[in-house]
């Protein structure tokens, strides 16, 4: 009897805690609702050799330059297994149990690696990260190669679809 008030103190205190969590997501979502929108990848992609596949995870995508803002629509701030694919092209994320993400050449902006990001940090040059333009938002998406060796190949690769890309973000507009 002495033990069961702080027993549903606890319980009453974790479930607040998650419910505060949940509440903060979503308020996230509903900030964020025209920013995630993503394409389709097109049904072209289907029947085309792409000129990279590298398996691996993808980790989130986050507003540009600020690795802790996470975009919470279209489960695009939530971490999963996946492929990245380079095409002539468009670069594809296939994502396990989330939609692809379909990245034209043109709308990439940097390509470079990084340390971590949105809670997940790794050694040093340990992430692909991709900045590109989402609907008109400049987002990164990070990408955790399964060989570390992959890296550079996917780096050079990209770089060569897009040309413009830079290889570290842009300085801010003031």
């Not at 549903?8 to 979503?26: D, E, P, R, T, Y």
């Not at 996470?70 to 971490?79: D, E, H």
């Not at 989330?98 to 040059?125: C, H, Y």
Request: hydrophobic content about 45%; glycine content about 8%.
């Amino acid at each position: 009897m002495d033990r069961l008030l702080p027993l549903s103190l606890l319980v009453l205190l974790c479930a607040l805690i998650f419910w505060g969590m949940w509440a903060g997501w979503k308020g996230r979502q509903k900030r964020q609702k025209g920013t995630g929108v993503l394409t389709p990848v097109p049904d072209r992609y289907e029947d085309t050799e792409s000129l990279l596949a590298v398996p691996g995870v993808y980790i989130a995508t986050t507003r540009m330059g600020d690795w802790l803002d996470r975009i919470a629509t279209n489960t695009l701030g939530v971490k999963a297994a996946g492929t990245l694919f380079i095409f002539e092209d468009a670069v594809v994320i296939a994502r396990d149990g989330a939609q692809d993400l379909w990245v034209p050449a043109s709308d990439i902006i940097a390509v470079r690696t990084e340390a971590g990001m949105a809670g997940k940090f790794v050694e040093k040059n340990g992430l692909v990260m991709l900045s590109w333009d989402l609907n008109g938002t400049p987002v990164d998406t990070g990408f955790r190669t399964r060989f570390a060796a992959d890296k550079k190949t996917v780096l050079d690769t990209i770089q060569q679809i897009a040309p413009q890309a830079l290889e570290e973000l842009p300085a801010p507009s003031a």
